[in-house]
């Protein structure tokens, strides 16, 4: 596709299980972005992706989130033993990368835990 | 960390009326985008600014960039309803740093 595209759209867990969201960013585009939206609220920074370069997990929000790329392309977030505080859309955004580059998002994975 | 402070959170205008949200990091960037999101929608570029003191316009839009690279503001003009959404600027440090966004704007138009 020309776009961004996450899967799932939405994801309904119960408390303690994990969940694995995908990313498959525009072809050729070497950054990527992952945040976390909750309602109402701003962009949360997780995770930074620039081509081969170590990728940014500074604004992981604790061990059980964790995520991977490969090479420059899908990318896969994994929250494990999910808690109540971890609702929130998701997204996912890639960039042509470099000095300059506009984010082009994907529409997100809404995630509901129980 | 970078950190960039986006002001007011929620403005209520009445349609007609001008709005402006302005935005302000901590370091001095190399360059801001602004994007806007639709209620239920994703972020979407508007636009980015590079140079120190840049003004862009798009039609009623006006985007300016401080001249210390470390401030933003987008202002509109004659709101229309079209314009509802929250809008969120996002900075760029020096290096391989990633974007940070500001918390956004809420723009409600009252018609």
């Known amino acids: 596709g020309a776009g961004v595209s996450q899967s799932p759209s939405n994801k309904v867990t119960e408390k303690g299980k994990d969940v694995e969201l995908r990313c498959d960013p525009i072809s050729g585009h070497t950054a990527l972005y992952w945040y976390r939206q909750r309602l109402g609220q701003g962009l949360e920074f997780l995770i930074y992706?620039?081509?081969?370069?170590?990728?940014?997990k500074s604004g992981l929000p604790s061990d059980r989130f964790s995520a991977e790329r490969t090479g420059e392309s899908v990318s896969t977030l994994t929250i494990q033993r999910t808690q109540q505080e971890d609702s929130a859309v998701y997204l996912c955004?890639?960039?042509?990368?470099?000095?300059?580059?506009?984010?082009?998002f994907g529409e997100g994975s809404r995630l509901t835990v129980l | 960390g970078q950190q960039v402070m986006q002001i007011p959170q929620y403005q209520h205008v009445q349609e007609g009326e001008d709005f402006t949200t302005y935005c302000n990091s901590s370091t001095t960037l190399s360059n801001i985008q602004w994007y806007k999101q639709r209620p239920g929608g994703h972020p979407v570029f508007l636009i980015q600014?590079?140079?120190?003191?840049e003004v862009k316009k798009q039609k009623r839009l006006t985007f300016q960039f401080g001249e210390a690279k470390k401030n933003s503001s987008l202002h509109i003009t004659a709101t229309q309803t079209t314009d509802v959404g929250t809008y969120f600027c996002?900075?760029?440090?020096?290096?391989?740093?990633?974007?940070?966004f500001g918390k956004g704007t809420h723009l409600i138009i009252q018609p």
């Open positions: 600014l590079v140079k120190s003191g």
């Open positions: 996002a900075g760029k440090g020096g290096g391989a740093d990633g974007l940070t």
């Open positions: 992706f620039q081509g081969n370069s170590a990728p940014d």
């Open positions: 955004a890639s960039s042509p990368g470099g000095y300059t580059g506009e984010l082009f």
